[in-house]
C-alpha cells in the first residue's frame, strides 16, 4: 500500500511538473522533469545493484549463556555497491529447539554504501535451551519507496541457554548414598571402565574424550565410540524432560543441574537416563566429572522436552528393572517423603526411587 | 514494602519486544552517527529549500543582494533550529523557540525600516516587470525609504527566510510532507516563470536537491528524529518489526547521491536543449495569454477584481456597467427565434435601450421623448415611425417578415423584437401597464416587422450640424461632464472632427478601437469611483460590447450624432445557416417582398446568452435610428475562456500547429475533465465537511453530558466513554457483560491501579441506584476513568486513535 502511495504521489509531482513547464514554457521544469523521470532509473538500478552486492552474517556467543542473562546476537550486512538504501529488512527466525518456540519479525536497517552495518542485539532468555536464530531472506526497498526486491542469503547462529541452579552439596550426597548403596553392581565388567559397543555419528553433546578421532580423519564426519558404561559405585539418575503448561521442565533442569553439581564436585560418579526426542529411546549417560555434567546437559537442551504422555519411569523401569535404585527428576506428584527427596521450583522434585529386582 | 517487592515477569521485560515465547529483545544499538551530524543534514535540506525559493526568486528578477549575509544567516538559523532537535528534552527545544521569538521581536524592531524598505523595493520591481509583460497603464510604486537596496533586500530576505525556516524545519521534523513543502515554497516561483523570468540555475539545483530529499524521505521513512529517540523502535500491529529510527550516513550520502545525480542532469539536459531552443518549441503561449488578464486586472486592482458585483452569466445586464470582472457565457438557450433570413447582416433583436449616461448606467429611455401620450411615446420609442416609412414604402426594397420568437430562458422584464416592428394592440397594452414581466419564460410572440435589407448610401452622409434633429430628444445628444474631457480628449485622439460624415465618425471610431482596444471577456471590474467609460477609454483599454458601445455613444453624441446605447441578442448569418430549418413551415408564410438572398426557408435559430450583445443606435437624417456595430471582432474563442479548456486544448495540440511540442499522444482533455474533477472535489469536500461537523456534535454533546449537574448521569457518562473507546481497541470487549469483568479487563490490559472490588460496587451503585452525593467518590471515579482513558490512548495504535477521535 505504501509503495502504491509512493509511486501515485511520485506521478502526481510528474504530472505536476508537465503542467507548470507546459503552462509556464518553464525551463526550470524541463530540466526538472528530466531529473524526475531519470530518478526512478537511479533508484532501481540502486536496488538492484545493492541487492546483488549485499551480504550477510550473524554471531552468537560460542559459550553457553545462562538463563535470564542477556547476550548479544551481531548481525553484520554488507552493502559493497555505490548505492545506499534507506530500507533494508532482515528477515529474521528466531527460536529455541528445546521448547519449539519460534518467532519471526523484521529487522529493518539502514544499507550505506560500500559499508558494513552492524547491528548488537541484546537477547535475553526466560528459559533454558538452544537459541537459533536464522536469515533466509533479505528485502530491499528502493530510495523512492516503490518497488522492494528480495535475496535469498542462508545465515544462522546458535547459543546455548542453560540453567541457573545452587548447589544442594548436603542434601545430595546423602541421597546419593542411600541410593549407592542399593544399586546393583555389575559383575561383568569391571570398576569405572566401559567397553565400546559401537561406532556412530557424532550427535551435538557427545563427550569428547568418546571421538574416535582416526576414523574421523578418514572420513569428513566426525565419528564417535559407543559406549556400554556400568560402573561399579553409581547412582542412577532418571530426569524426566516432560513439560506441562507451568514449564516444569524448567524447574527440572535447575533441580538436575543442582544435583548433578554436587554430585560432581563430591567425585560421586553417577549415569543420567532421559528420554530422546532426537533419537526417539531412553538415552543413559555416564558422568564422571564437570565437563561431562556440562555436556550432559547441552546434550539435554539440543534435544527437545515432550509432553507428559511420554512415562520415562515405566521406559526406564522397562529397560533397567535390575538397576535397583534410581534418582527420579521430575514433577512432583505428591509421593515424595522428606528424608529422600529433594523439592525444587515449579512444583518438582528429586526423588529416590526403585525401580524393583528381577 | 514496595521496596522490596519484586518485579513481576512483566515488568522485567516491559520495554523488551518479545520476539518468541521466553525470548526477548532489549535495546538494539547501531552505529548510527550523531544525532549533531544527523541535525545538521536536516538543517542542509530547509537550507537548500529557503535558499532556492528567495535566491531563486530574486535572481529572476535581477534584484541585488548581498547574499553572504543571506547565505550565512539561512544557514545559521536552520542549524539553530535544528539543533533544537538536538537537546536531549522538551523543554529545551520550547525554550530556544521562545528565545528566539523575542529575539525575532527585537530584530524586527531594529531593522523594521531596512525591511520594509528592502520589501517594498523587490514589490516595486516585480510590479515593474509586472507592468511592462501585462502591458498595465501604471502600477502603484511604494517608497522605500533607505536608498541602500543591496542591504535592505538582504535584510529583507532574512526576515522572510526566518518564517520559512521555522515552519520548514517543524515540517521536516515532523511530518516530512512533500506536499506542504512544494506548497510552502514553488508558487513563490509562479511570479518570475510566468513573467518570463528564469530564476539562476545554481538556485534551481538547490531547490530541485531539497524537494527530492524530501520525497525520499517521505516515501522511505526514517525522518522523524529526537535526541531522546532509542536507535531502533518496535513498530507494527503485531510488533512485527524493529526498525531503525534514523541513520546519519545514509542520510548524508544520499544528499550527496542525489546533488550529483541532479548536477549531472542539470548540466547534460543544458547541453542537449538549449534554453532559448526550449522556449521556441513552444509556438503559441494561449494559456498565458487566457490568464494574463485576470492576473494583470489583480495586480492592477487586488482582490476586488475577482468580485463581480451582480451576475457574471452573459445576458441582459440592463445598462448597469463595470461591475463584471469577467463574462462566462453558460451557452443554454435564451430564445428560439423562428424567421426567414433575408440578407448577409447580422440579426439584432432589441431588448433594452439607454438613453441618459451616469453613475455607470444607462437609464431606461422610455420615456426621455416627451410625447404627450403613451401610443406616441412608445411609437417613438419603439422605431414605429421607422417601420411606418418602410410599410408604406412600394419601392422594389419593400418586405414583411414575421418572426416567431420563444423565449427559453432570457430575462423575462424584456421584450425581444426585431427592428422595425409593428406591435399589436396586447403588447403595447402589456408595456403600458408596468407590468414587471413583459415576457415570461416558455411563452412565444410573433411580429410583424419590416425589414430594411438595402440602405441607401445617402443616409448618414451628411455632417452632424446638419442633421435635422427636431424630431430627437436632446437626452440622446448629452455626455455627462465627468465624462466630457476624457471624451474631448479621445476624439482629437481619433482624429475627429467636425467636417466629416456620420458614417466617416462611425467607421473612424470603429477602426481606432478595432486596432488599439482588443476584445476581451475578462475586463476586470470597474474599481470603485471609478467611471466606467472613463476607465475603459484611458487605463483599462479592453473591454466587451458594453465597454464599446457605451464609449462609442458619449463619442458620437460628443460629436453631434444623437445615438443611444442598445442591448438584446444578436446572432450573424453563419449562425443563422448552421441552425436547423423550422420544419412545416411555409416561407412565404413568414416572408415577403425583396430578399438579399433569394428563396431562403424558415429558420429556427437557438440563441444562447453568448449572444447577448450591446450595440449602437445613430439617427441618421432622412430615415431615422440605425443601428451601428462598435464591437471589434473578438479573437478569443468562447469555448476556451476557462483556463482548463484552453489548457485542455493546448494538451491535445494547440501549440502543435507548427510542428512544435507535441503532446498529442497524450490525449488529454481536461477541460472535460475538470468539470466532473471539481464536482467530486467538491463532493468529497462535501463528505468531509459533514463528516467533521457530525463529530464535533457529538463531541459536544458527549461534552455536555459528562459534564452536567446530575453528577450520577455525568459519571454514567464518562464510564460508557471509556468502555466505547475500549471498543475500538479490543473486539472482544463486548463478551464482557458485568461491570467487574469490564473493571477487570481494563485493570489488567492497561495497567491501572485500582480496587476492583471497591470500583465494582461504587460503579454499579451509580449505575442501579441514585447515590451520588459524595464529592469525592465522583472526583476518584471521575480521575480513574481519565487515567483509563489516557492509558488507553497511549497503548492504542495510529489506527485506533484515529477511530477514537469519532467517539
Known amino acids: ?358 | 514494602m514496595g521496596l522490596f517487592r519484586r518485579k513481576k515477569k512483566e515488568d522485567v521485560h516491559k520495554d523488551d519486544f518479545m520476539m518468541a515465547s521466553g525470548m526477548y529483545l532489549g535495546k538494539a544499538d547501531i552505529k548510527n552517527g550523531h544525532i549533531v551530524l544527523n541535525c545538521f543534514l536536516r538543517a542542509l535540506i530547509v537550507f537548500f529549500l529557503v535558499l532556492g525559493t528567495i535566491g531563486g526568486f530574486l535572481s529572476a528578477f535581477d534584484i541585488p543582494c548581498n547574499y553572504l549575509i543571506v547565505i550565512s544567516v539561512f544557514l545559521i538559523l536552520s542549524m539553530y533550529f535544528s539543533f533544537l532537535y538536538a537537546t536531549t528534552r522538551f523543554i529545551y527545544r520550547d525554550l530556544g523557540y521562545i528565545l528566539f521569538f523575542g529575539l525575532f521581536i527585537v530584530m524586527i524592531f531594529v531593522f523594521r525600516i531596512y525591511a520594509n524598505s528592502g520589501f517594498y523595493y523587490v514589490v516595486n520591481k516585480v510590479l515593474d516587470r509586472a507592468k511592462t509583460f501585462f502591458d498595465l497603464p501604471g502600477v502603484r510604486e511604494y517608497e522605500v525609504q533607505i536608498g541602500n537596496n543591496v542591504l535592505t533586500v538582504s535584510i529583507a530576505a532574512c526576515f522572510i527566510g526566518m518564517v520559512m525556516i521555522i515552519v520548514l524545519n517543524i515540517w521536516m521534523y515532523s511530518i516530512m510532507s512533500v506536499f506542504w513543502t512544494l506548497l510552502f515554497t514553488f508558487p513563490v516561483m509562479f511570479i518570475p516563470l510566468y513573467m518570463k523570468m528564469s530564476p539562476d540555475p545554481i538556485y534551481m539545483v538547490f531547490l530541485t536537491i531539497g524537494y527530492f530529499c524530501v520525497f525520499v524521505f517521505r516515501a522511505n521513512g526514517h525522518y522523524v528524529l529526537f535526541a531522546w529517540d532509542s536507535k531502533f523502535k518496535v513498530k507494527g500491529i503485531r510488533k512485527k518489526r524493529v526498525t531503525y529510527t534514523q541513520d546519519a550516513g545514509v542520510f548524508w550520502q544520499l544528499i550527496l547521491s542525489l546533488s550529483a545525480l541532479f548536477l549531472v542532469t542539470v548540466f547534460v539536459t543544458s547541453a542537449v536543449v538549449i534554453p532559448t531552443e526550449f522556449e521556441r518549441r513552444f509556438k503559441s503561449d494561449r494559456l498565458r495569454s487566457k490568464t494574463s488578464d485576470t492576473i494583470g486586472n489583480f495586480l492592477l486592482l487586488g482582490f476586488s477584481s475577482f468580485f463581480d458585483k451582480y451576475p457574471n452569466t452573459a445576458g441582459m445586464s440592463g445598462g448597469k456597467l463595470g461591475g463584471v470582472s469577467n463574462v462566462r457565457p453558460d451557452y443554454l438557450t435564451d430564445l428560439n427565434v423562428v424567421f426567414v433570413p433575408y440578407g448577409n447582416d447580422a440579426i439584432y433583436l432589441r431588448g433594452f435601450v439607454g438613453g441618459e449616461y451616469g453613475d455607470n448606467e444607462w437609464t431606461d429611455a422610455f420615456g426621455y421623448e416627451n410625447e404627450p401620450d403613451f401610443e406616441s411615446e412608445f411609437n417613438k420609442y419603439s422605431l414605429g415611425q421607422e417601420k411606418d416609412l418602410l410599410k408604406n414604402d412600394n419601392g422594389k426594397y419593400h418586405a414583411k417578415a414575421y418572426m416567431e420568437i420563444r423565449n427559453v430562458g432570457a430575462a423575462t422584464e424584456y421584450l425581444y423584437y426585431p427592428y422595425y416592428t409593428e406591435f399589436d394592440a396586447e403588447t403595447k397594452k402589456n408595456i403600458e401597464g408596468e407590468e414587471e414581466t413583459l415576457f415570461r419564460n416558455g411563452s412565444t410572440k410573433k411580429y410583424e416587422y419590416y425589414p430594411k435589407v438595402v440602405w441607401e448610401e445617402e443616409l448618414g452622409a451628411l455632417t452632424p450640424d446638419k442633421i435635422d434633429k427636431s424630431n430627437v430628444s436632446g437626452v440622446y445628444l448629452e455626455v455627462p461632464d465627468k465624462n466630457k474631457e476624457v471624451i474631448d480628449e479621445m476624439c482629437k485622439k481619433i482624429g475627429l472632427d467636425a467636417s466629416m460624415t456620420e458614417y466617416e465618425i462611425v467607421d473612424k471610431v470603429r477602426t481606432f478601437f478595432a486596432e488599439n482596444y482588443p476584445y476581451t471577456l475578462k475586463p476586470g471590474v470597474t474599481p470603485e469611483g471609478s467611471d466606467f467609460v472613463n476607465y475603459f477609454l484611458t487605463k483599462n483599454k479592453k473591454g466587451y460590447c458594453a465597454h464599446f458601445a457605451s464609449s462609442s455613444v458619449l463619442i458620437f453624441r460628443e460629436m453631434g450624432i444623437p445615438a443611444r446605447y442598445v442591448e438584446g441578442y444578436a446572432f450573424s448569418m453563419e449562425e443563422v445557416f448552421t441552425s436547423d430549418e423550422a420544419e412545416g413551415l411555409e416561407a412565404s408564410d413568414y416572408y415577403s417582398g425583396y430578399s438579399a438572398l433569394g428563396d431562403a426557408p424558415v429558420m429556427n435559430v437557438e440563441v444562447s446568452d453568448a449572444n447577448a450583445h450591446a450595440w449602437v443606435e445613430i439617427y441618421v437624417d432622412g430615415f431615422g435610428w440605425k443601428t451601428v456595430e462598435m464591437t471589434p471582432g473578438s479573437n478569443e474563442e468562447t469555448e476556451e475562456d476557462d483556463f482548463w479548456s484552453a489548457f485542455g486544448a493546448f494538451m491535445q495540440g494547440g501549440a502543435d500547429d507548427d510542428g512544435g511540442f507535441n503532446m498529442n499522444g497524450l490525449n488529454l482533455s481536461l477541460s472535460s475533465l475538470s468539470g466532473i474533477v471539481f464536482v467530486i472535489i467538491g463532493l468529497i469536500l462535501l463528505v468531509v465537511l459533514i463528516y467533521i461537523v457530525r463529530i464535533i456534535i457529538r463531541k459536544i454533546r458527549r461534552y455536555m453530558l459528562m459534564h452536567q449537574t446530575n453528577k450520577r448521569d455525568a459519571l454514567i457518562a464518562r464510564y460508557s466513554y471509556v468502555c466505547d473507546l475500549l471498543r475500538v481497541c479490543n473486539d472482544d470487549f463486548d463478551k464482557y457483560r458485568s461491570h467487574r469483568d469490564q473493571l477487570t479487563f481494563m485493570k489488567e490490559t492497561y495497567d491501572v491501579d485500582m480496587d476492583i472490588d471497591e470500583v465494582t460496587e461504587l460503579i454499579e451503585r451509580m449505575s442501579f441506584h441514585d447515590d451520588m452525593s459524595d464529592e469525592e467518590t465522583f472526583n476518584r471515579i471521575s480521575q480513574l476513568m481519565h487515567v483509563i482513558k489516557k492509558n488507553i490512548k497511549k497503548k492504542s495504535s495510529l489506527k485506533n486513535r484515529v477511530k477514537m477521535i469519532q467517539k
Open chain 1, 1 to 358: 500500500m505504501k509503495k502504491i502511495r509512493n509511486l501515485i504521489r511520485y506521478i502526481i509531482v510528474i504530472i505536476l511538473d508537465i503542467f507548470m513547464m507546459v503552462v509556464f514554457h518553464s525551463y526550470l521544469n524541463f530540466i526538472l522533469l528530466v531529473g524526475l523521470l531519470l530518478f526512478p532509473l537511479y533508484s532501481i538500478i540502486g536496488v538492484y545493484q545493492a541487492r546483488a552486492h549485499a551480504g550477510i552474517s550473524i554471531s552468537a556467543p560460542l559459550e553457553p549463556m545462562v538463563r535470564g542473562e542477556e547476550f548479544l546476537v551481531n548481525i553484520h550486512v554488507l552493502n559493497d555497491s555505490f548505492f545506499p538504501l534507506v530500507n533494508v529488512n532482515v528477515n529474521l527466525n528466531v527460536s529455541n529447539s528445546f521448547y519449539r518456540f519460534t518467532g519471526e519479525h523484521v529487522l529493518n536497517i539502514p544499507f550505506r554504501a560500500k559499508h558494513k552495518t552492524k547491528v548488537a542485539y541484546p537477547i535475553t532468555m526466560d528459559n533454558c535451551g538452544r537459541f537459533y536464530c536464522e536469515v533466509k531472506t533479505l528485502s530491499f526497498v528502493d530510495i523512492l519507496g516503490i518497488i522492494e526486491l528480495e535475496k535469498k542469503v542462508d545465515a544462522c547462529t546458535q547459543c546455548l541457554v542453560i540453567p541457573t541452579s545452587d548447589e544442594m552439596n548436603a542434601e545430595a550426597g546423602q541421597i546419593y548414598f542411600k541410593g549407592v548403596s542399593e544399586a546393583v553392581e555389575s559383575k561383568d565388567k569391571g570398576f569405572d571402565y566401559s567397553d565400546i559397543s559401537g561406532i556412530r555419528e557424532y550427535i551435538p553433546g557427545d563427550k569428547l574424550q568418546n571421538i574416535h578421532w582416526k576414523l574421523s580423519a578418514k572420513g569428513d564426519d566426525l565419528m564417535v565410540k559407543e559406549r556400554v558404561n556400568v560402573s561399579a559405585m553409581q547412582l542412577n539418575v532418571l530426569i524426566s524432560l516432560a513439560n506441562n503448561e507451568d514449564m516444569c521442565v524448567e524447574g527440572v533442569l535447575e533441580l538436575a543441574d543442582g544435583i548433578m553439581k554436587a554430585f560432581v564436585k563430591q567425585n560421586m560418579p553417577f549415569t543420567v537416563y532421559y528420554y530422546s526426542v532426537n533419537r526417539g529411546e531412553l538415552v543413559g549417560e555416564h558422568v564422571i566429572n564437570d565437563i561431562e555434567r556440562r555436556q550432559l546437559i547441552e546434550m539435554l537442551l539440543y534435544d527437545v522436552c515432550h509432553d507428559e504422555s511420554i512415562d520415562v519411569e515405566d521406559m526406564f523401569i522397562a529397560k533397567h528393572q535390575g538397576l535397583g535404585s534410581y534418582l527420579y527428576i521430575g514433577q512432583n506428584d505428591g509421593s515424595a517423603d522428606d528424608g529422600n527427596s529433594i523439592v525444587g521450583t515449579r512444583n518438582t522434585v528429586a526423588v529416590l526411587k526403585h525401580s524393583g529386582h528381577a
